[in-house]
């Protein structure tokens, strides 16, 4: 049985994107040690089995207004990739923000989802 005061130790399986991010989020919590297990880094040398340098991140919310726990989710993604993306902290250089400009057949009444984003 762990001491009270003693970290939580979790592991998490791969370094691409989605493994990092888990593991830096869960690091920030002071309750946990984290461990990355993967075959490969993005330091390691290029390797066409290590896509994460090339595969681009695109980040805009659908509209949920029928699933309440995914808007919530996508919410939350989408400022925490616009935290990790502003000038004034170091991993802006990791990321590039683009307008993007979308076109519908029909109008949407329900524009919730767009409510969080700048303009």
Do not use: C
Request: proline residues 5%; without cysteine; charged residues 20%.
């Amino acid at each position: 049985m762990s001491a009270p005061n003693q970290k939580k130790h979790v592991v998490v399986l791969g370094a691409g994107v989605i493994g990092l991010t888990t593991a830096l989020v869960i690091q920030q919590s002071t309750d946990y040690q984290v461990t990355i297990i993967a075959e490969h880094f993005p330091t390691d040398p290029k390797s066409i089995r290590y896509t994460s340098h090339w595969a681009g991140a695109h980040n805009v919310p659908s509209e949920s207004k029928n699933d309440l726990k995914k808007a919530k989710l996508e919410q939350e993604t989408f400022e925490t990739m616009l935290q990790l993306s502003d000038a004034t902290v170091d991993s802006e250089r990791f990321f590039l923000r683009v307008p993007q400009t979308d076109y519908h057949e029909a109008a949407d009444t329900n524009v919730d989802f767009l409510s969080f984003m700048p303009d």
